[in-house]
């Protein structure tokens, strides 16, 4: 079983910095992509930004030049540093991991519960 822990969301004012961690554990041979979403009350899920296992990343317009993605393969942690928070970004984060099952053969998908980020103005 594979379990995905978000932490690091909270309250900040805008213009302020989070940083969002998602530690992934459980029987895993391989983890590819990693990413996070975000889903706003009222709103569709949408993708905030990627990392291949190559390190190249995918960032939302939205975001660009605001946040960076990173991970560290060593402890199967990815990382969302968020700076210049704005109104338009609180929603719940949702952290996720495209990892290779080695007992069904194939890729597959795994969610966090989600942390939310609130920007006060």
């Known amino acids: 079983q594979v379990q995905l822990v978000e932490s690091g969301g909270g309250l900040v004012q805008a213009g302020g910095s989070l940083r969002l961690s998602c530690a992934v554990s459980?029987?895993?041979?391989?983890?590819?992509?990693m990413g996070w979403y975000r889903q706003a009350p009222g709103k569709q899920r949408e993708l905030v930004a990627a990392?291949?296992?190559?390190?190249?990343?995918n960032y939302a317009d939205s975001v660009k030049g605001r946040f960076t993605i990173s991970r560290d393969n060593a402890k199967n942690t990815v990382y969302l540093q968020m700076n210049s928070l704005k109104p338009e970004d609180p929603a719940v984060y949702y952290c996720?991991?495209?990892?290779?099952?080695?007992?069904?053969?194939?890729?597959?998908?795994?969610w966090g519960p989600g942390t939310p980020v609130t920007v006060s103005s």
């Open positions: 459980g029987n895993i041979f391989s983890i590819n992509a």
């Open positions: 990392i291949a296992s190559g390190s190249s990343t």
């Open positions: 996720t991991a495209v990892f290779y099952s080695a007992s069904e053969g194939v890729d597959l998908a795994a």
